[in-house]
């Protein structure tokens, strides 16, 4: 059974920074296309980076780029986020999974408020 598991997420004024993890058990994560997505209060769960697995290409939604990276270690099954310049529309529930659809079964996800 594939688990996600997010996490360092908090509490963070605007303008400061996080560094998000995400370890996927199972196999194939090196082969997957992954993807941070984030679910702010009332609204629909949206993608808002990439990281391809051929070459670690990346992609970001024009709301984070410039602000977000996303990176990989394929030796340890993990996906990280590292959010700079932090809003306070950034506040929300950060999931990572693969690029899909279809989808593995969602972790829990990780919080991140960001205070004005």
């Known amino acids: 059974q594939v688990q996600l598991v997010e996490s360092g997420g908090s509490l963070v004024q605007a303008g400061g920074s996080l560094r998000l993890s995400c370890a996927a058990s199972?196999?194939?994560?090196?082969?997957?296309?992954w993807g941070w997505y984030r679910q702010a209060p009332g609204k629909q769960r949206e993608l808002v980076a990439t990281?391809?697995?051929?070459?670690?290409?990346?992609m970001y939604a024009d709301s984070v780029k410039g602000r977000f990276t996303i990176s990989r270690e394929n030796a340890k099954n993990t996906v990280y986020l590292q959010m700079n310049s932090l809003k306070p529309e950034d506040t929300g529930v950060y999931y990572c999974n693969i690029r899909g659809p279809p989808f593995r079964p969602w972790g829990q996800g990780t919080q991140v408020t960001v205070s004005s």
């Open positions: 199972g196999s194939a994560f090196s082969v997957s296309n």
């Open positions: 990281v391809f697995s051929s070459n670690a290409y990346t």
